[in-house]
């Protein structure tokens, strides 16, 4: 693995609205990759939904998609999470270092 795919490890997402990030393929919780966590094969038609597509706009999140799909302690974290109502996209952050900045000390842990 080159260098620069390795430190991409390090990369998470903070979410705001859940439109650009993928649920089941980006690192936005925990940096963890929900795929990897799943209890039964994701079906090909919802493999690249976003985080919004299991948010209901004043209801939360839509439990019927999730609770059969997701172990329970991965469920309790997604309980955690609200998506804004507005407008407010997803950002990168750094999940290699306890503050979220990047530092060549956490870039050189990866490697």
């Known amino acids: 693995m080159e260098t ?5 490890q390090g990369l998470g997402v903070a979410i705001g609205d859940g439109r650009q990030t993928e649920f089941w393929n980006h690192k936005w919780l925990d940096g963890k990759i929900l795929r990897d966590h799943v209890l039964c094969p994701i079906s090909d ?7 919004c597509d299991y948010w209901i706009q004043g209801s939360g999140w839509d439990w019927g998609q999730l609770s059969h799909t997701l ?6 974290r997604i309980a955690s999470f609200e998506l804004v109502d507005e407008e407010v996209g997803d950002t990168h952050v750094w999940i290699a270092s306890k503050t979220g900045r990047f530092t060549i000390k956490s870039a050189i842990h990866i490697l």
């Open 4 to 8: 620069m795919e390795q430190t991409k």
């Open 71 to 76: 172990p329970l302690e991965i469920l309790q």
């Open 45 to 51: 038609a919802h493999s690249f939904n976003k985080v």
